[in-house]
């Protein structure tokens, strides 16, 4: 999905059944454990859930249309290797000679697998 697309309520649009979508995004969050890429995309669609339209439907048939196309992408997580947690954070305070913003970041590692990453730009 791009980010500069805007969902919006789409209260004249036609209300499709509420389970079904309920459904298609509860196993869409399932998938972002190891599909980080679609986090933005589902995250989006999971907020109409309560009153979803057929926009909001196409929207995650969207995603289920790019997984299919991207079956080779993804996080994969091997059974050799330790399960050892690991955090880094890293920060650097008004570092930037120009604007004095801040960059910090922070990653956690499981073994040798990143899990999770941030960074950050801060003006001071």
């Not at 955090?87 to 590692?109: E, F, H, L, P």
């Not at 990453?117 to 001071?124: A, E, M, T, Y």
Request: aromatic share 8%; proline share 2%.
């Amino acid at each position: 999905m791009n980010t500069s697309v805007k969902m919006d309520m789409d209260a004249d649009g036609k209300a499709v059944d509420q389970t079904r979508y309920r459904a298609l995004i509860g196993s869409l969050l399932y998938l972002t454990a190891s599909r980080p890429d679609i986090t933005f995309a589902v995250g989006v669609c999971a907020r109409f859930q309560s009153a979803p339209k057929e926009s909001h439907m196409n929207a995650a048939k969207r995603i289920l249309r790019y997984l299919k196309g991207s079956q080779e992408v993804g996080l994969w997580y091997p059974k050799e290797g330790g399960f050892k947690l690991i955090g880094y954070s890293d920060s650097d305070y008004a570092g930037c000679r120009v604007d004095r913003k801040s960059t910090s970041g922070t990653c956690q590692m499981l073994g040798n697998r990143l899990i999770s990453g941030l960074s950050r730009s801060k003006i001071q």
